[in-house]
């Protein structure tokens, strides 16, 4: 593969091919981390639905697992992200993408331990504070993504652009990335990587329940949508826990009313349980495009076959 | 350019360039469609806005301004459409482009009339009618896209490749394109012609009043929204009317009562008379992207120069 040689994504987390499989609630653990960099990726586990303890077992599982760099997503707003960031610290992991918080706020302690450090943003603003924050690649995640998104809404197809207009450093692009032809775009726009989530959320390697994956399968584009618009945008499937959010929020309930009936331990209760009706499965638009489960190395074959075709058409 | 020899959307409408100019309500009368055909690309005159009559004057005007070959964008849900479509046989028009409504409705009548026909979708079950219905290309919109939208909300990165993997007719990109690295981008994801609507309302031939211009020019993406989700999406600049329209929506008002708040004539107001804080201004995200007012010539040379610069990257 000749044609990632100087690629600066693979260069940067020493991988051959610039796929990043994204921090995802519930379904990257180190099976599917390990599974992406043994195929010739990065694998990152998620550990914004993970208490310390368990994030400090993932990571020496996946060590065990794969001889390839692999890295750790930490979402920074939420309360464990401190214990978290001095697991990795201490663990010696080689990679550790930071979100939905400051990048400032921890990227010169990681890089002062070894660490290369990217931070994933909504818009060409953030682009910048990560860019001046030191961290060494940023992640564009466009709205099409599933899970916690950005207030402002910007489609995959704007924001990169945007981002890789302004920033110096490595644009790896997100939100809406499921086929070569997805990564061939990205490129086209400026990112010189991507990060992937909903189609490997749908591996057999993920930790999704099979219910999860199934519902993915089924769905199509329209029906994984935005809620919680006014608080934090929330991408999931459709299902009448969701329905009934949106219908209260049209309503015009108070947030405290909203968050108090989304609880806690709905995403787990949707993606890791598999109820498909009052869980939350947080997910991609990309399931338009996502008619089976497959196992990772197989996504990443298809996906670099299918990038070269497109950038040959 | 021998690149677009086997272009079969050049072929289609007999164009050096695969790049049509939206019809864009206010904006794109005769003289921007005659200047996008003289580019080499085709243009559309958008019937929206017009009453017969007006219709026909640009239909009339157009022919003289250019000798190649200039279409008409028709909105089958208006008032006027049966008047607009046999306004376009009578005066032997070569394309029509229909949109919002249904493609079985007048498609093999314009196409007993020799005409040309192509058919705008917001997702790809709606391709697929297009294409029974007899239409010679379709054009998929993604949410992106100023102005009326479909309620689907996908966007161009998974609309596309879903509507080029599910129809044999040529597929036309649009929703989010302004620049030539959008329209490398369109062609990995398997179109073969793109439609680009805010970037050329914001020319100097469009019709749109200066302030409107202006205000695309110094909009970022996240200022362009969606709102009247309920009823039909509508993207448009965020301003006091929409934001007060949107905190109508969020409270639940009917939309009977919405549409009245609306009234009529909103987007004349804001679009070709300019008023940017009580009229509607619809645009498209691509704003983001957009940074001067420019000839159509220009974005036609600066479109087609990036276009080959993404496509070797």
């Avoid at 987390?13 to 599974?35: C, E, H, Q, T, Y």
């Avoid at 049209?250 to 993606?271: M, Q, V, W």
Wanted: contains cysteine; neutral net charge.
């Amino acid at each position: 593969m000749t044609f990632f040689k100087d690629n600066p994504v693979c260069n940067l987390f020493k991988i051959d091919f610039p796929v990043i499989s994204g921090g995802m609630v519930w379904a990257s653990g180190a099976r599917l981390a390990a599974a992406v960099s043994n195929a010739g990726g990065l694998g990152l586990i998620g550990a914004g639905s993970m208490k310390p303890e368990l994030l400090e077992e993932h990571i020496d599982k996946a060590f065990k697992a794969t001889k390839h760099p692999f890295g750790v997503n930490i979402p920074l707003m939420i309360g464990h992200s401190k214990d978290h960031i001095d697991i990795c610290i201490e663990k010696k992991v080689q990679v550790v993408f930071t979100a939905a918080g400051n990048p400032a706020l921890y990227t010169q302690k990681l890089k002062d331990a070894g660490i290369t450090v990217a931070h994933v943003v909504p818009n060409a603003k953030l682009a910048l504070k990560a860019q001046n924050s030191g961290c060494d690649a940023v992640v564009a995640e466009g709205t099409e993504a599933g899970g916690h998104n950005g207030k402002d809404g910007l489609t995959s197809l704007v924001l990169w652009p945007s981002v890789a207009d302004k920033v110096k450093i490595p644009l790896i692009a997100a939100g809406g990335i499921g086929t070569g032809r997805a990564m061939a775009a990205a490129f086209a726009l400026g990112a010189s990587g991507v990060q992937i989530g909903t189609r490997f959320a749908v591996s057999t390697e993920s930790t999704a329940h099979q219910n999860y994956k199934d519902a993915c399968v089924k769905a199509d584009g329209g029906s994984v949508r935005i809620f919680n618009t006014a608080h934090m945008p929330i991408r999931a499937l459709l299902n009448p826990y969701v329905n009934e959010y949106i219908k209260k929020e049209c309503a015009g309930e108070s947030i405290e009313s909203l968050l108090s009936f989304r609880g806690k331990g709905r995403t787990k209760t949707g993606i890791f349980e598999g109820d498909i009706e009052d869980g939350e499965m947080d997910a991609g638009q990309v399931c338009e495009l996502i008619n089976e489960v497959l196992p990772v190395k197989e996504i990443m074959n298809r996906l670099i076959e299918q990038f070269f075709v497109a950038k040959n058409l």
